[in-house]
C-alpha cells in the first residue's frame, strides 16, 4: 500500500496558509498567496500551483514556505477577481489528460440516509439496502488503529482535468442526463512525485455535481451518473484539514435562496479517517504514475436532493465553509444535444 507524504510539513503557522490561482489583468496566470478574506500577494516568477509543488519537492521544501519566499509586494483584491470571473481551480495539470478526479460515498455520518431511501423506493424492500451495508462497514471499520488497514470504502471515477469547471463558471448538465444536483464536499488535492510517492498539497472546497436520478433508477448506474463536469476552490488550503468543519451550502434562483442548509464534514464528522481514504485510493499502481495530479472527493451527508429540490438551468450553487476564504459558486446550464456516431477504421 502506498505511503502518503505531504508536500508540506504540519505546523500550526502552516495550517492557515491558502493559495489561489487567478489570471491577471493580461489574461495571464498567476498565483496568490491570501492575506486575508480581501487581499493576496502575487508570487514573482511561479505561474502555477503544479509548478510550486514540483519545486518543493526538488528543494524539499514545504509548499507554505516556498510561496512566502517568492509572495511579493504586489497585492491584488481577490473578491474582485472573484466577481470579475478571473478565478481558477487552485490546481490543475499542464496536460488535462494527467489528472485524475475520483471520490468517495457513504464516508460521512448520516451519509447513507438520502442514498438508502433512494434505493429503498426501487427495491421496495424492508431488507437493509447494499448501501446502508456499505455505510455500516464504514462506521464499524473506517477508522483503524496506526499501522492497521480499516475496511475499503465505495470508490468512483468523476473524469480528467477537461471535467473540471472553474469557480464562477458554469456546471454543464448533458443532454441525456435527468439531473444535475450539487454534493458539498471537501476534496483532497495530490500530485505524484517522481518516485511514485502522493504528496497531498492540501484541501478545497469542492461540488461533486451527479445525476441523482439516474442514479436512483438502479445502483448499478452509480458509475454513469458520476460522469458529470465538478468544480473545486477558490482557494487551496495548506496543512492538516480541521477535525470538525462547519459550512453552509444553498441554491439561489432568480436571486433569492431556493434552499439552504448546514453541512458538516472533517474526520470529527465522518465514519472513515481521510487516511484511510487515501490509503485505499493510492493502492492502486496506476494511481502513483510519476508527475500526475489526483482530485479526490470525500463525500457529504447534505443533498438537496434529498429534500426534493430539482435544479433548473441559471440556478447558482453556493457552497461556503470556516476556514476557507472564499465561497465556492457554480451555475447550472445544460448543454446542447450531442450525438457521437462510431465509425468502422
Excluded at 473524469?159 to 443532454?175: C, K, N, R
Excluded at 505524484?192 to 436512483?216: M, Q, V, Y
Excluded at 462547519?246 to 432568480?254: A, F, K
Excluded at 435562496?257 to 470529527?268: C, I, M, Q, R
Aim: proline residues 5%; contains cysteine.
Amino acid at each position: 500500500m502506498a505511503t502518503l507524504l505531504p508536500v508540506w510539513q504540519t505546523s500550526r503557522k502552516d495550517s492557515t496558509v491558502q493559495l489561489l490561482q487567478a489570471l491577471n489583468d493580461a489574461g495571464q496566470r498567476q498565483v496568490l498567496l491570501v492575506d486575508d478574506d480581501d487581499q493576496a500577494r502575487v508570487l514573482d516568477t511561479v505561474h502555477s500551483v503544479y509548478a510550486l509543488a514540483q519545486r518543493a519537492i526538488a528543494e524539499d521544501s514545504t509548499l507554505a514556505g516556498l510561496a512566502m519566499k517568492f509572495a511579493g509586494s504586489a497585492t491584488v483584491d481577490i473578491q474582485a477577481l472573484a466577481a470579475e470571473g478571473r478565478l481558477l481551480a487552485p490546481l490543475d495539470h499542464p496536460d488535462p489528460a494527467h489528472l485524475l478526479v475520483s471520490g468517495t460515498g457513504l464516508t460521512h455520518l448520516g451519509s447513507a440516509q438520502g442514498r438508502d431511501q433512494m434505493h429503498r423506493d426501487t427495491a421496495k424492500s424492508e431488507q437493509l439496502t447494499d448501501s446502508m451495508k456499505m455505510f455500516r462497514m464504514g462506521v464499524e471499520g473506517g477508522k483503524p488503529a496506526q499501522g492497521e488497514t480499516g475496511v475499503q470504502p465505495e470508490w468512483f471515477y468523476k473524469g480528467d482535468g477537461d471535467s473540471i469547471v472553474q469557480p464562477g463558471a458554469d456546471l454543464l448538465v448533458p443532454e441525456f442526463a435527468l439531473d444535475g444536483s450539487e454534493e458539498p464536499e471537501i476534496v483532497g488535492l495530490y500530485i505524484i512525485d517522481a518516485d511514485g510517492c502522493p504528496r497531498r498539497l492540501g484541501f478545497a472546497l469542492g461540488n461533486e455535481f451527479s445525476d441523482h436520478i439516474t442514479e436512483r433508477q438502479n445502483y448499478l448506474l452509480l458509475a454513469h451518473s458520476k460522469l458529470r463536469s465538478a468544480s473545486f476552490g477558490p482557494s487551496l488550503l495548506l496543512g492538516e484539514l480541521p477535525q470538525d468543519v462547519r459550512g453552509t451550502s444553498r441554491i439561489l434562483r432568480q436571486g433569492k435562496t431556493l434552499w439552504e442548509k448546514p453541512f458538516l464534514s472533517g474526520e470529527a464528522n465522518m465514519s472513515h479517517s481521510l487516511g484511510n481514504l487515501e490509503a485505499h485510493h493510492f493502492k492502486y499502481k496506476g494511481f502513483c504514475r510519476p508527475g500526475d495530479v489526483h482530485v479526490h472527493f470525500f463525500g457529504t451527508a447534505t443533498l438537496s436532493f434529498s429534500d426534493g429540490i430539482r435544479t433548473e438551468p441559471g440556478d447558482i450553487f453556493e457552497i461556503e465553509a470556516s476556514p476557507f476564504v472564499l465561497p465556492l459558486r457554480n451555475a447550472v446550464r445544460r448543454e446542447a444535444a450531442r450525438r457521437v456516431r462510431v465509425r468502422l477504421l
